[in-house]
């Protein structure tokens, strides 16, 4: 079964820091990644993907995030954290083999940026 | 360039009740996908809509049921309402063609069972 793990709740991290925030995913062949933002009350917004090629994409805000295979892990990343980041982080996955939508999220890993 | 818009934003039933939500994709996208959000929680797959059709299904029982109109608007209906249906429920379109590429989601319908 596909599944996609974000090991922490919430994430901490001061203003000009560096942050990450982790996922996993279990998922056969190699599947489509992305991570999403939310905002209180409002739906998903798409921060960055990766499709193939480069293991390191960059997306939109400042972030980018690794893809590494051998792990399975797809963590997002920033060098310099803003007190408006603080959100809702959503890492999912997509079997492309399926030639659907449908679309495993994780839990979500909620950011605070502290000024 | 209109995004996702999804009607009502807020809905309060009573359990056994029937519910129908409303979503309007962005312009130029012609699949429907829609997602239960309950608090707390990641965004689950219910389905999706292409040409009409319902194409692919998430784990979710028959009490949820989907229709899409020729325009792509679709709908998203719950029959005999449960406590565990209060969430927010999203909409979320694209290009069926373009299915490496990411999905465009609204505001969500927040549904409140009482």
């Known amino acids: 079964a596909q599944s996609v793990a974000q090991p922490e709740d919430q994430v901490n991290v001061a203003e000009g820091n560096p942050l990450t925030v982790k996922c996993t995913y279990s998922v056969s062949g190699n599947p489509y990644l992305f991570w999403y933002v939310q905002y209180p009350n409002r739906g998903l917004q798409f921060l960055l993907k990766y499709i193939t090629g480069d293991n390191l994409v960059k997306g939109s805000y400042g972030f980018e995030a690794e893809f590494n295979k051998s792990q399975t892990s797809f963590h997002l990343k920033k060098p310099s954290a803003l007190v408006s980041d603080s959100a809702l982080y959503f890492c999912?996955?997509?079997?492309?083999?399926?030639?659907?939508?449908?679309?495993?999220f994780g839990a979500g890993t909620r950011l605070f940026v502290k000024a | 360039d209109a995004g996702v818009t999804q009607s009502p934003t807020h809905l309060i039933k009573t359990r056994g009740q029937q519910v129908t939500l409303r979503c309007s994709p962005k312009s130029g996208h012609d699949t429907v996908s829609w997602y239960q959000q309950a608090l707390g929680q990641g965004p689950q797959f219910i389905f999706q809509y292409y040409e009409e059709e319902e194409r692919q299904r998430g784990n979710f029982p028959d009490r949820f049921s989907g229709h899409q109109f020729p325009n792509y608007s679709s709908e998203l209906n719950v029959n005999a309402l449960l406590l565990g249906d209060s969430a927010l429920y999203l909409c979320?379109?694209?290009?069926?063609?373009?299915?490496?590429?990411?999905?465009?989601f609204g505001d969500g319908t927040r549904l409140s069972i009482l």
């Open positions: 979320a379109s694209s290009l069926q063609q373009l299915n490496n590429q990411p999905q465009h």
């Open positions: 999912a996955v997509r079997d492309r083999n399926t030639g659907g939508f449908k679309t495993i």
